[in-house]
């Protein structure tokens, strides 16, 4: 489990840098940098933004080399992290011999727990400061990792950066550790001043990830390991005293932004939250609430104390995100306890009614599996359906969908049976039967049942409960024609999408929706359909089909699958029931998750993937056979439905 915990958090800090990932490789007017270089002491946030930035980048491509700098001060866990990425060694010596260039630089030093090797990070860093001279192309980022400071004595209850300076500078105390950061500090000034490098400072007082922190104001580990016994006890002591508090995942986040959109020569304040001792048990006792007890017998009048960084300046500059600090310390709380990391929140949206969601999709499925094997028409699961099947022997338990895939030519079979086949529970939603689902694929849904997203809740049609029915196309042998084919298919779906929503869609598609939608308005649906059906066909009599593309799913714009694996299927356990997959279904899996699909994803991917606004399983949330009375659906309105049960 402690292995899943710090994966998990590699992997949240590195989806924490998508976005201005993306949004800093495609802004034309952003300077570019060649390399990247990690440099610092002995520093886990150092390791996590390298790990993170490193998965994004092999994305997104924004640099063309990563190379960790070794200090010559390594650990086991620093050796493992290099191990890992074994071809970004290089000594400091190499990297002063590189000679500058169009470099971005992240050095990182600990003020507290690096002081040991204070002198030798303290020269690494001015070596630094030569190599960038060499070429003022470069430029560099210093986090480092404050020392704790004296409680400020008046009603203040944060720190800006200059009152920051002008307090640890003129008021505390000079210990080894405020001295070191001072140094630290007054060597990026003379580089700004005197040199002209491009440098910026960004600064944590209490960072932490679930394996190693820097929390000098107060033990947040050793808080976790005070209530493992189970009993959490919150004292007057424990409400007094508050500080900042950043999640490893958010100083990641703000590390970037300081890179990519911070200015030369300004300090930037890290932060997340300010907290006391009574907040983090607080957020230890809701980790699991079944388990653990909480005692806060308190006495009234408490004053507070602050030693808090004021972090406005970094989040202007960083959009605002939610804060992660209840994660993070759940995160801590499973591993200093070795518990089982609890997954419920990811799926809590369901109101705990995810398995009877599970459990009618089954009952849609083995309506399917009825007519189908009536009529002789072969249908395999798809999607994460399959997945399930093959790794879980059942649906994921996250999943909160039924996908079951048909080439060409058994749909058109199953089309011209199925309405008349489903018995009364059940009923046909797709594009051609003027049932108002204007998806481009066929969804076979539950009555007296509502399962709609935020998209296509915007529409007033029946939209239940469903199992995804996905077509996979012949298409041609010839590279060209394959991408034409998919652009335009991908075009027709975006299309329909803005016509379907009837408003102008927001991010990428506003000016194309709003210049577009009152011509697509006058083209009827009809139209739109057949000329859909048209293209997606457009191959299906090419002979020796090498490809196959999901014409009517959410990979349509993405490269073919290879024809093969899906002709023969054979029936295996799927929860209760059996369900059929294809005979080879490595080809398929390959082809939607990659080669590692059998692992299971990290514990904050474990969540459910669509975005609902509404879900309603009307009477099947207290009987799931269905036999309890209850009104009927009116898609107009609650308020439109007739009184007599049915």
């Given at each position: 489990?402690?292995?899943?915990?710090?994966?998990?958090?590699?992997?949240?800090?590195?989806?924490?840098?998508?976005?201005?990932?993306?949004?800093?490789?495609?802004?034309?007017?952003?300077?570019?940098?060649?390399?990247?270089?990690?440099?610092?002491?002995?520093?886990?946030?150092?390791?996590?933004?390298?790990?993170?930035?490193?998965?994004?980048?092999?994305?997104?491509?924004?640099?063309?080399?990563?190379?960790?700098?070794?200090?010559?001060?390594?650990?086991?866990?620093?050796?493992?992290?290099?191990?890992?990425?074994?071809?970004?060694?290089?000594?400091?010596?190499?990297?002063?011999?590189?000679?500058?260039?169009?470099?971005?630089?992240?050095?990182?030093?600990?003020?507290?727990?690096?002081?040991e090797n204070k002198e030798k990070t303290i020269k690494m860093l001015k070596n630094i400061f030569a190599f960038m001279k060499q070429s003022k192309k470069a430029r560099m980022v210093v986090t480092a990792l404050l020392p704790e400071i004296?409680?400020?004595?008046?009603?203040?209850?944060?720190?800006?950066?200059?009152?920051?300076?002008?307090?640890?500078?003129?008021?505390?105390?000079?210990?080894?550790?405020?001295?070191?950061?001072?140094?630290?500090?007054?060597?990026?000034?003379?580089?700004?001043?005197?040199?002209?490098?491009?440098?910026?400072?960004?600064?944590?007082?209490?960072?932490?990830?679930?394996?190693?922190?820097?929390?000098?104001?107060?033990?947040?580990?050793?808080?976790?390991?005070?209530?493992?016994?189970?009993?959490?006890?919150?004292?007057?002591?424990?409400?007094?005293?508050?500080?900042?508090?950043?999640?490893?995942?958010?100083?990641?986040?703000?590390?970037?932004?300081?890179?990519?959109?911070?200015?030369?020569?300004?300090?930037?304040?890290?932060?997340?939250?300010?907290?006391?001792?009574?907040?983090?048990?607080?957020?230890?006792?809701?980790?699991?609430?079944?388990?653990?007890?909480?005692?806060?017998?308190?006495?009234?009048?408490?004053?507070?104390?602050?030693?808090?960084?004021?972090?406005?300046?970094?989040?202007?500059?960083?959009?605002?995100?939610?804060?992660?600090?209840?994660?993070?310390?759940?995160?801590?709380?499973?591993?200093?306890?070795?518990?089982?990391?609890?997954?419920?929140?990811?799926?809590?949206?369901?109101?705990g009614k995810i398995k009877n969601i599970q459990a009618l999709e089954t009952k849609i499925l083995l309506e399917i599996d009825r007519i189908c094997r009536k009529h002789d028409i072969k249908y395999f699961l798809a999607g994460g359906s399959?997945?399930?099947?093959?790794?879980?022997?059942?649906?994921?338990?996250?999943?909160?969908?039924?996908?079951?895939?048909?080439?060409?030519?058994?749909?058109?079979?199953f089309r011209k049976v199925v309405e008349s086949e489903l018995s009364d529970e059940f009923y046909l939603s797709g594009p051609l039967n003027k049932s108002g689902s204007h998806y481009t694929l066929d969804k076979i849904r539950l009555k007296?049942?509502?399962?709609?997203?935020?998209?296509?809740?915007?529409?007033?049609?029946?939209?239940?409960?469903?199992?995804?029915?996905?077509?996979?196309?012949?298409?041609?042998?010839?590279?060209?024609?394959?991408?034409?084919?998919?652009?335009?298919?991908?075009?027709?779906?975006?299309?329909?999408?803005?016509?379907?929503?009837?408003?102008?869609?927001?991010?990428?598609?506003?000016?194309?929706?709003?210049?577009?939608?009152?011509?697509?308005?006058?083209?009827?649906?009809?139209?739109?359909?057949?000329?859909?059906?048209?293209?997606?066909?457009?191959?299906?009599?090419?002979?020796?089909?090498?490809?196959?593309?999901?014409?009517?799913?959410?990979?349509?714009?993405?490269?073919?699958?290879?024809?093969?694996?899906?002709?023969?299927?054979?029936?295996?356990?799927?929860?209760?029931?059996?369900?059929?997959?294809?005979?080879?279904?490595?080809?398929?899996?390959?082809?939607?998750?990659?080669?590692?699909?059998?692992?299971?994803?990290?514990?904050?991917?474990?969540?459910?993937?669509?975005?609902?606004?509404?879900?309603?399983?009307?009477?099947?949330?207290?009987?799931?056979?269905?036999?309890?009375?209850?009104?009927?659906?009116?898609?107009?309105?609650?308020?439109?439905?007739?009184?007599?049960?049915?």
């Open positions: 489990m402690k292995n899943l915990i710090v994966e998990d958090e590699k992997t949240l800090c590195a989806a924490k840098l998508e976005k201005p990932f993306r949004a800093f490789r495609k802004n034309k007017r952003a300077k570019k940098f060649k390399d990247a270089y990690f440099i610092g002491d002995d520093n886990f946030l150092c390791d996590y933004f390298f790990n993170a930035v490193s998965r994004q980048n092999n994305k997104e491509a924004v640099f063309k080399g990563l190379t960790y700098v070794r200090s010559g001060y390594e650990t086991t866990y620093r050796e493992y992290v290099l191990e890992s990425n074994p071809n970004t060694k290089i000594s400091i010596k190499e990297l002063l011999s590189l000679k500058g260039g169009d470099s971005a630089v992240f050095f990182f030093a600990d003020c507290v727990g690096g002081l004296e409680w400020f004595k008046d009603e203040t209850t944060a720190l800006s950066e200059r009152e920051y300076n002008f307090y640890i500078e003129k008021v505390c105390k000079k210990t080894p550790e405020v001295q070191y950061y001072l140094t630290l500090e007054k060597l990026c000034r003379q580089a700004v001043r005197d040199s002209g490098l491009d440098v910026r400072l960004v600064r944590y007082d209490n960072v932490f990830a679930s394996d190693r922190w820097h929390t000098p104001s107060f033990d947040l580990h050793g808080t976790v390991k005070e209530c493992i016994n189970k009993r959490v006890v919150i004292t007057d002591e424990d409400c007094v005293y508050k500080s900042s508090l950043t999640y490893v995942p958010t100083a990641c986040y703000q590390i970037f932004y300081t890179f990519a959109l911070g200015r030369t020569g300004h300090v930037y304040n890290g932060g997340e939250q300010s907290v006391s001792k009574d907040d983090i048990k607080q957020e230890i006792y809701k980790t699991n609430t079944d388990v653990f007890s909480i005692n806060r017998n308190l006495n009234s009048g408490i004053t507070h104390k602050y030693n808090a960084l004021n972090c406005l300046k970094i989040t202007r500059l960083a959009p605002e995100v939610p804060s992660m600090i209840a994660d993070g310390i759940k995160h801590v709380v499973s591993y200093v306890a070795e518990t089982e990391y609890d997954t419920t929140d990811n799926v809590a949206f369901y109101d399959l997945l399930g099947a093959v790794r879980e022997k059942g649906a994921i338990e996250w999943d909160d969908d039924l996908d079951i895939g048909m080439l060409r030519e058994d749909l058109e079979k007296g049942t509502y399962f709609s997203t935020n998209f296509s809740s915007h529409s007033v049609f029946r939209d239940g409960i469903f199992c995804d029915v996905l077509v996979y196309d012949k298409t041609s042998n010839n590279a060209l024609l394959r991408r034409l084919h998919r652009f335009i298919l991908t075009a027709l779906t975006k299309c329909i999408e803005i016509k379907w929503y009837n408003e102008p869609r927001s991010g990428y598609y506003y000016r194309f929706s709003k210049i577009m939608l009152p011509i697509f308005r006058l083209i009827p649906w009809g139209l739109w359909h057949r000329v859909f059906e048209f293209f997606a066909t457009l191959f299906k009599h090419q002979k020796n089909a090498k490809w196959l593309i999901d014409t009517a799913g959410k990979k349509v714009n993405d490269d073919p699958m290879p024809n093969e694996g899906l002709h023969d299927i054979v029936y295996v356990d799927y929860e209760d029931v059996k369900a059929p997959i294809p005979i080879d279904s490595y080809p398929y899996l390959f082809w939607v998750y990659g080669a590692r699909y059998m692992e299971k994803p990290a514990l904050c991917q474990r969540r459910c993937p669509h975005n609902f606004g509404r879900i309603d399983l009307g009477k099947y949330v207290f009987d799931i056979d269905g036999k309890t009375a209850f009104r009927e659906v009116d898609i107009r309105g609650e308020l439109f439905e007739n009184e007599t049960e049915v």
